[in-house]
Each structure stands twice: as structure tokens, then as C-alpha cells.
């Protein structure tokens, strides 16, 4: 059989009878790939799985790639559908028994198992490493997010937090001040998802939050906090620590902040894979359960954008009396990897709204105002319950009101609302529809002077802030809605004659520690008096030039796609959609794209492949909520230190 797929044996049972034809008629069809039916093909063959299980594992192999971290048995329609194909499966309690059975599938979780390649548990199945991972996350955030035994004068929290947060009109008419809120919950809690869409003041929240943290550490005369700022990419960190700057600076101003502290607080973040130590030719970090990070309070912005197996490391090293912090936004993109991990937390946590009772009354306390409290039972579904706290005020300029409407609609699903704000358009919003002659038109015309005063720029300094002002977006990477075709777009009417051309705007592709550049750090490459090239780019300790032969991998940046451009926010953004649906077309991905602009969007789309991404959801499957309801509830609502 072609690709080593397994044949049906004569003494088979009709449940490996229908396995086997699923295999064949998925590999025939192309929705397996190689890979997929290698991997069938080891269980069988060399492993002497019955077919049952080698198609459960060629879907679970299937399904990382599609970004799930497992799969439900009673559900592989839905990844067959996903993958543009059908086949009968085997009856869901004919193939369970056989994953019971077999001696490749491990069941009990972190049981031993060595030669187990998969594992079996809650009805699902997954690769045993994903298995791994899922399980040690869960406990490890079932350990962390636990209620911490607080021994802060409540007089004193209450007056830091009417200094810090000022009660606006909202908060002067009853409303809870919901930044305020989160910033005490972190007081209160080890773990804190401070959740929230474009605007809605999470960096504002999280910087004066760390203030808020050493004002109690120093009115209980304890030592100042160590803390870590930290993102999933280099742009997003600096972002994050350019973010946090300004709140600082602007609450100094304001008589908001002693002198002392605002010093105190960092402005520097750094990659998660910095944060961790990455160690070359291993995938393990020098930070883990045995070696912790070195840090009382650890803050992750962009959180969406950390898969699974990061999310389990960073957990994994963050000490038990530290402080975990994790910001993001539940309606964008999740991570390109597999596990939609904050999607996870979200549904663990509940909607971040109300908080439990007890964590309502204590909180109540230092904010001097009612805060809402959940009805419910402990155990109603949110394991995780009094974790999460959710921003709903807006607090973009005037400029952006458009924008921030778009948004609006985009999270409530509201099609008719989206359709209807895209048609008005305005000062901050314009939609084209064409076909490619036009688009070109469009690019040159909106892009292209953007990119040209990068090119012309005094110096590298300058020509990096100006890069800031546009992004293309696409939905793909290839073909000619595709990022790499305008890459070259714009570096052919730009008057490119040689690869590293003066102004060419380049985005770094891979982490290297070696460099101190990392995945999304954006260059731009500046030619001397005698035409030496060099690539600048705006590190950690100030602006640094390479060699082009001394980068690590890396590509032009005036076009990216919206996957890469998740951690990044620009003046302007032109996004362009394919002329056709594509399976990336998905709501997500329009929120995602159209919320990195600050003041413009201009949007290139044919009107059916926008209404089909209007209609598909981005769907990524994970076995993270069974496995946080599994665990003893107990754990985590027990007090600590």
C-alpha cells in the first residue's frame, strides 16, 4: 500500500476494517501528509498497533498541525471537516476500547508508559509529548493560582489605589474601576489573566500595577519586588517596556508616582525565550521547576500569541511565591503552534466580570466600593474562578472612535454592524474592493510613501521610528495576495538593485541569543559614504549595527503576515485579503489585523471573501479544560504565602 499505510488484516475486527479505509481514502484525498502516514505506519508495522490506533495517532500528528493539541474521539468529524475531507470513522466506543488496549497509549496520567507514543484520557487523544505538556501546565497553574494569605494594611492598599486610579466619573457613579480592580486582584492572587480588546488600558493597568506592588512591599517593610517584564517576540517586548514607560512617566508628571518608585519600576522586557535561557541544541531552558526564575512578580504581555509547550515551561519556572501575570487579548489569533492556551485560561477563569465571593470582600475593602461577586458554586465549570479580570472601558483617542467601534462589533460577532462601519468608512477607515491592477494602485499610493521616508531618513535612529507609521498585512504568505509577492512589490519600485539595498526594512525570523536579536526584531539596512552596508536595529542596549552575513534568519518587512505582525502596532495599516476564501480567512484574523492600527486602516477585500471570513471562527482543540477540571479543586483555592 502506498506510503507504508497498514493493510487489514484477515483476523481484523470490523473496527480496524473501517480504520484502515479511513487511512487510505484520508492519504488518497491528501489530507494526511506524509508525516501523518509515516507515523501510522511505525504503530503498525513496527510497533504492531491494530489500525484503530494507528488512525487515531496519524490524526493526532494531523491535528498539531492544525494548531490542536488534541482531539476528541467523539469529535473527529470536526477535524475532518477542517481538513476538507469526510471518511468513516470507527464507532467511538469500539476504537476507545482499542486505545484502552493497546500498549502504545498511555492512560493515567504521567504514568510511566516509556513506549507509549500517544496518550488516551477525559475521551481524547493526543500525541504523548502534547499529553505531557497539557498535564504539567494544568498543575502547574492549579499550584499557582491559588488565594495568597495577604498581611498588607488595608488603609494603606486603599490610599495607594485612590492615588493610582483616581475615580473618573464611571467609578464616582458606582462603576468599579476595573483597572483598579486587577491591580489589586494581584495582590490577592498568583495567578492574574488581565484580559481585554484594543485600548482598553492593559499596559496602563500593568504599570501601575507594579507600582502598586512596591508600594505594599515597602508599608509591610519588606524587600522590594523582583520583577520580569516579558513578551513572545522582540517587537512586543519592546512595546511592552515603551508602554509601561510612559504610563510611568506621565503618572510622575501627574503627582501620581514618588520619584523613587517610578525610578524603581523596569521599563525593560524581554522574549519569553531570553526570560526562560534558551541553551543551544537544546529545547529545555535554564529556568525550570528545579532551577525557578529569580523573580517575585513575572509579567507576560501578548499572551495569545504563547503556544502550548512555551506556556507549560513558563509556568513550570515561576517560583510558588511569585506572582504570574499574563495579558492578552481572548479575540485575537491564537499562537501559530498548537494550543490556543489563553483561550483556555479564559474558559478555566470564567468571563472576568465578577469575582468569587470571598476575593469580592476582601478587594471591596481596598477599593472602598461593592464589587460584583459570582453566584455560583465553586465547582460550576471555572476551575480557575477569581483568576481573571476582564477591561471593558475604552480609553483610545478620538481619532481611533471608528477603529475602536470596528472592533466593537467584531468581538460581539456582529456581521451586519462590521459590514455597516466598513461601508461608512471615514477619516480613519476605507475599504477598497478591485481586483489585482487596482490593488497595486492602492499599495502604491497608501504604502509606498511610507516606505520611501524610511529610505530618505537622516539616520538609522530616525528611519526606525518612521517604520512604525505602516505595515501591509496579508492573510497568506505566498501567491499574489501574499506577503513575500509585496515584499518584492515594494522593493522593485523602492529602486532595489542590489539584495540590501539602502532603507530596506528587514524583520528577524528566528530567535538567536547569540545576536541578542529575536523572532519579529525589526532592522533597517544603512549604507555609509562609501556604500558598506549595514543593518541597525534597536536593541535592548541601544541602536547596534551587524553585517548582513552576521543575521540570523530574516526577510524584508514592509509586508508580513497578520501571524507575524501579532505583538506589533503601526500608525497605518493596509490589509489585503485574497480574491478567493482561504482557510486563514477567519473573524479572528480580521480583528487581529485591523486592531494593530493606531489611527488608519485602509482594507483591500473583495466583498464574499470578506463575509466568509466574517462567518468561520478559528477553532483549536485542547484537552487543557478537562485537565484543570479533573484536578482536586481544593488545590486551588488553598491558602499560601
Known sequence: MN?????????????????????????????????????????????????????????????????????????????????????????????????????????????????????????????????????????????????????????????????????????????????????????????????????????????????????????RGAPPPRIALAAPTGRAAARLGEAIDGVIRADLAAGRLDADIADAIPRQARTLHRLLGTQPGRVSFRHDARHPLPFDLVVVDEASMVDLPLMAKLVAAVPETATLVLLGDPDQLPAVEAGDVLGGLCAASGDGLALPPADAQAVSVWLDTPVPARDDAPDDGAPLAGARVHLLRGWRQSDAATLQALADALQRDDRDAVMARLRDGGDSLAWHRG???????????????????????????????????????????????????????????????VPYFHGRLIAIGANSERHGLYNGDLGVVWRDAQGDAAVWFDTAQGLRAWRPAQLPMHASAYASTVHKAQGSEFDRVLLVLPDADARVLSRELLYTALTRARRRVVLWAAPEALERALERRTWRDSGLDARLRALSPASAGRSGS
Open 3 to 219: 506510503g507504508g499505510l497498514p493493510a487489514t488484516h484477515p483476523d481484523a475486527t470490523h473496527a480496524d476494517t473501517i480504520s484502515a479505509r479511513a487511512l487510505s481514502r484520508l492519504h488518497a484525498e491528501g489530507a494526511l501528509r506524509g508525516i501523518d502516514v509515516d507515523f501510522a505506519a511505525l504503530l503498525r508495522d513496527r510497533l504492531r498497533a491494530p489500525a484503530t490506533v494507528a488512525l487515531a495517532g496519524a490524526l493526532a500528528m494531523r491535528a498539531v498541525a492544525l494548531g490542536h493539541s488534541s482531539f476528541a474521539l467523539n469529535d473527529a468529524d470536526r477535524l475532518l471537516d477542517a481538513l476538507g475531507t469526510s471518511a468513516q470513522l470507527p464507532d467511538v466506543d469500539d476504537w476507545a476500547a482499542a486505545l484502552v488496549a493497546s500498549a502504545c497509549v498511555a492512560h493515567a496520567e504521567n504514568a510511566g508508559d516509556a513506549g507509549a507514543l500517544l496518550a488516551f484520557a477525559h475521551g481524547r487523544i493526543a500525541l504523548r509529548r502534547y499529553a505531557r505538556y497539557e498535564q504539567a501546565l494544568a498543575e502547574s497553574l492549579h499550584r499557582c493560582a491559588r488565594i495568597v494569605t495577604s498581611d498588607d494594611d488595608a488603609a494603606v492598599l486603599s490610599s495607594a489605589l485612590r492615588r493610582l486610579f483616581p475615580r473618573d466619573g464611571a467609578a464616582a457613579h458606582g462603576d468599579i474601576d476595573r483597572q483598579a480592580l486587577a491591580a489589586a486582584m494581584a495582590l490577592r492572587r498568583r495567578l492574574l489573566l488581565i484580559t481585554g480588546g484594543p485600548g482598553t488600558g492593559k499596559t496602563t493597568t500593568v504599570a501601575r500595577l507594579l507600582a502598586l506592588q512596591w508600594m505594599a512591599a515597602r508599608s
Open 435 to 497: 481586483d489585482a491592477t487596482p490593488l497595486a494602485e492602492v499599495v502604491r499610493r497608501e504604502a509606498l510613501p511610507a516606505f520611501e521616508a524610511v529610505r530618505d531618513a537622516d539616520d538609522p535612529a530616525q528611519a526606525l521610528q518612521r517604520a512604525s507609521s505602516l505595515r501591509l498585512l496579508t492573510a497568506l504568505r505566498r501567491g499574489p495576495f501574499g506577503a513575500e509577492h509585496w515584499n518584492a512589490w515594494c522593493a522593485a519600485e523602492l529602486g532595489a538593485r
